[in-house]
């Protein structure tokens, strides 16, 4: 069964930076593209970025592209979402999750067969 794990959540200040971690085990890397979203309170989840697993490829949403980096440590099995230059909107539950397409659709959730459990991120002064 395909676990992962979501860290490296916490507050900051507006214009700081944090770095997310989603452990994966039971499966490897090269299996699955991994996605992050985000859902803020009385919002819907919102698709933020990917990386496929067959050539490293990313997606970035227009409100975090340029900011959030997103990359994959395969020894460690491990995929990070670099954050910078954050903004108060940025506050959210952050959830990693599996795909099912090398090169998913974030607006279909349905496409997306494991999650984390969040880690929550709040940006605030």
């Known amino acids: 069964q395909v676990q992962l794990v979501e860290s490296g959540g916490g507050l900051v200040q507006p214009g700081g930076s944090l770095r997310l971690s989603c452990a994966a085990s039971r499966f490897a890397l090269d299996y699955y593209a991994i996605a992050w979203f985000r859902q803020a309170p009385g919002k819907e989840r919102e698709g933020v970025s990917f990386?496929?697993?067959?050539?490293?490829?990313?997606y970035y949403a227009d409100s975090v592209k340029g900011r959030f980096t997103i990359s994959k440590d395969k020894a460690k099995n491990t995929v990070y979402l670099q954050m910078n230059s954050l903004k108060p909107e940025d506050t959210a539950v952050y959830y990693c999750?599996?795909?099912?397409?090398?090169?998913?659709?974030?607006?279909?959730?349905?496409?997306?067969?494991?999650w984390g459990q969040g880690t929550q991120v709040t940006v605030s002064s």
């Open positions: 990386i496929s697993a067959s050539d490293g490829r990313t």
């Open positions: 999750a599996t795909a099912f397409s090398d090169y998913p659709d974030l607006t279909q959730l349905g496409d997306f067969p494991s």
